[in-house]
């Protein structure tokens, strides 16, 4: 298995230069869902080279569709053609799917397209219950019918007079993006309106709703909680249109944010390219609130001047919120950046309850955490972090915790070594080397 071994920069903010925010994750592994809507080859832009990303195309593959890297005017290849004209399967392959969450938004293209689809509860990152009754309930009020026997198997009711779906009203009772994307794919081909409310708004939801439209679907409200669906009834999106509306995933708000907190903390100067800084306004509020000195433009953000001791920032409290509020998948690096200033901070999640298994890592490092409840944390500072004893590793325990975990490392005195990388590889595209490029000590082995 391979191992981050890092050597941590004991408080001092040496780090300097440029990285390059790649493409959403979250957005482009449900473009390549959407590839099934359509009825030839469609070419997806500005693609990152993560683990989720190959996880998504290897299930495609299995279905039978043709998924190819390619480059644009000799670029690297973060471009990929989707060919979804040879799909003879509807059965999403249980072993790929056990190590995605993602897996589960192909069912909406694959029920709205072929009226049937079999999956495995899906797998991915451990922190806390994700239950997929919402892709079923929203599935069933548009007249499928659902077996569940080790898997899930969706079908279109024989009762119906027609292959497709119905179109439906359909309220969520909690807010969920994978179930706002999903129900709204299945939609894109069904017979007739759905309108579905308590929407999620996420920019990477609309980054794909428009490139649909910009095809020829007809989805309106997208960004807002009410999303209107107008169905062709079985027709298949045009690859014609495709062809003169390529998709390009935005950047990645998540990654951003992460390298942004990396510079609040270990960087003398950090410029962070080719970002959408209007995707992070809560997490860059809080910063400059507490003392980070930041500068904006339209597409990146720089963290300048960053010679401040960590003591000097002011501490604040997080609860983390559907966006555009504070986003879950940062709560792991804002605790580490907490454990750095000076006061006592709180922290509340309310998206997943089992997100902060990453706690005791940053205990052992040194950092001065207490637990309030599975959803609360509290948190003084500044700690001084030291790495564990010779012989002892930490690991990274789901996307997010394990990039926490090695910036904690980078704050740390002494040499830390972590393990489960792979993970880290999910969501963060040849982490080590971006590191490397900014002046950090850190190598895979």
């Known amino acids: 298995m391979e191992k981050f071994v890092i050597q941590g920069l004991g408080g001092k903010k040496t780090l300097k230069g440029t990285v390059r925010v790649n493409g959403a994750k979250n957005a482009a592994l449900k473009a390549m869902a959407a590839a099934v809507l359509f009825d030839g080859p469609v070419r997806l832009k500005n693609m990152p080279h993560t683990e989720d990303i190959h996880i998504q195309a290897e299930i495609l593959r299995k279905l039978g569709a043709d998924v190819s890297w390619t480059k644009d005017s000799g670029e690297i290849d973060h471009a990929m053609e989707i060919d979804t004209r040879g799909l003879r399967s509807t059965d999403i392959d249980g072993e790929l799917a056990g190590k995605m969450r993602a897996s589960v938004v192909l069912t909406g293209p694959l029920l709205g397209r072929f009226g049937k689809a079999t999956f495995p509860a899906p797998g991915g990152c451990v922190i806390g219950a994700r239950p ?10 548009m007249g499928a019918m659902t077996k569940e026997d080790g898997v899930y198997d969706i079908s279109v009711s024989p009762k119906s007079k027609v292959q497709s779906l119905k179109g439906a009203n359909i309220i969520f009772k909690k807010v969920s993006v994978g179930a706002t994307e999903t129900l709204m794919m299945a939609a894109v081909l ?59 995933a935005i950047p990645d708000r998540i990654e951003a944010g992460s390298y942004l907190v990396l510079g609040a903390l270990c960087a003398d100067e950090l410029k962070i390219d080719d970002c959408r800084p209007e995707h992070l306004g809560a997490l860059i509020d809080l910063l400059k609130l507490s003392g980070v000195p930041i500068k904006t433009t339209d597409s990146s953000i720089v963290v300048s001047g960053n010679t401040m001791p960590d003591s ?22 804002i605790a580490v950046y907490m454990t750095q200033v000076s006061g006592r901070s709180k922290l ?78 999910r969501g963060y595209e040849r982490l080590e080397e971006r590191l490397q490029s900014l002046g950090a000590d850190v190598v895979r082995n």
């Open 132 to 141: 997929i009754d919402l892709f079923i309930s929203g599935y069933e009020a």
């Open 190 to 248: 069904a017979e007739g309106k759905t309108v579905l409310e308590n929407c999620a708004c996420e920019p990477e939801i609309v980054n794909v709703v428009e490139w649909l439209n910009a095809c020829g679907a007809k989805i309106k409200g997208v960004g807002t909680s009410t999303i209107e669906i107008e169905g062709t009834g079985g027709r298949l999106l045009s690859s014609e249109s495709a062809a003169k509306n390529p998709y390009v």
């Open 312 to 333: 000097s920032f002011k501490t604040f409290d997080v609860t983390t919120k559907e966006y555009p509020g504070f986003a879950t998948d940062l709560q792991p690096m």
């Open 348 to 425: 509340t999640e309310t998206i997943y309850e089992g997100r902060f298994k990453y706690v005791d890592d940053l205990k052992s490092l040194g950092a001065d955490i207490d637990t309030v409840s599975s959803q609360e944390i509290t948190i003084s500072g500044p700690s001084r972090l030291k790495a564990l004893p010779a012989g002892r590793e930490m690991k990274a325990l789901d996307i997010r915790a394990g990039f926490a975990v090695v910036l904690a490392a980078l704050c740390a005195e002494g040499e830390t070594t972590v393990t489960n990388i792979g993970l880290i590889d």
